[in-house]
T-cell receptor
Framework: QQPVQSPQAVILREGEDAVINCSSS?????VHWYRQKHGEAPVFLMI?????EQKGHDKISASFNEKKQQSSLYLTASQLSYSGTYFC???????????????FGTGTKLQVIP | DGGITQSPKYLFRKEGQNVTLSCEQN?????MYWYRQDPGQGLRLIYYSQIVNDFQKGDIAEGYSVSREKKESFPLTVTSAQKNPTAFYLC????????????FGEGSRLTVL
């Protein structure tokens, strides 16, 4: 099942903050976050594992609420370089070992303007 | 430098022709993935492979085929049975011993005329 991302699009002025949400109806082992610029490959931002955790990466951080199977990506003091489409990818918790498939949401298009 | 190489970057084909997209990695990763990307639809999984000589269907496998004869190679064939093959195709790999992130290639853009 494809995770659900919201919002679909957001426009920010430089310096403003944004939150992008990702939710799943299934128990998750991990949540991945990537940013993609037009015509390019997605770039890894961070991965969160079950057990509930938060991670930070400069002014970009994320959390994973295992009880709700929801993850949020926080972008603070946005810069022009943050523009792009953000995807969450989820990996189900099947307790079967090995690599599972990573299923992506439809993306959140973020535009930062001066 | 380690990474994933996809070729060709751009490909034009006539309707009804099979095409094969190449994906090679020198990262020594066990798992490899193929995704298709259409405007506004995100990345959809076509096939993935956990180990050599083994692969599983993803969410949109119909009209596609793969092989995994070598650890470093995971070619994707878009067959004539794929009804709407024009798309951007992304190959990725991952290593369990690292953070678990997907490493993506630069993509192949297929246009069927």
């Amino acid at each position: 099942q494809q995770p659900v991302q919201s919002p679909q699009a957001v426009i920010l002025r430089e310096g403003e903050d944004a939150v992008i949400n990702c939710s799943s109806s299934k128990a998750l082992y991990s949540v991945h976050w990537y940013r993609q610029k037009h015509g390019e490959a997605p770039v890894f931002l961070m991965i969160l594992l079950k057990g509930g955790e938060q991670k930070g990466h400069d002014k970009i951080s994320a959390s994973f609420n295992e009880k709700k199977q929801q993850s949020s990506l926080y972008l603070t003091a946005s810069q022009l370089s943050y523009s792009g489409t953000y995807f969450c990818g989820t990996e189900r918790d099947l307790n079967s070992g090995g690599y599972q498939k990573v299923t992506f949401g439809t993306g959140t298009k973020l535009q930062v303007i001066p | 430098d380690g990474g994933i190489t996809q070729s060709p970057k751009y490909l034009f084909r006539k309707e009804g022709q099979n095409v094969t997209l190449s994906c090679e990695q020198n990262l020594n990763h066990d798992a490899m993935y193929w995704y298709r990307q259409d405007p506004g639809q995100g990345l959809r999984l076509i096939y993935y492979s956990q180990i050599v000589n083994d692969f599983q269907k993803g969410d949109i496998a119909e009209g596609y085929s793969v092989s995994r004869e070598k650890k470093e190679s995971f070619p994707l064939t878009v067959t004539s049975a794929q009804k709407n093959p024009t798309a951007f195709y992304l190959c990725a790999s991952r290593d369990r011993d690292s953070t678990g992130e997907l490493f993506f290639g630069e993509g192949s853009r297929l246009t069927v005329l």
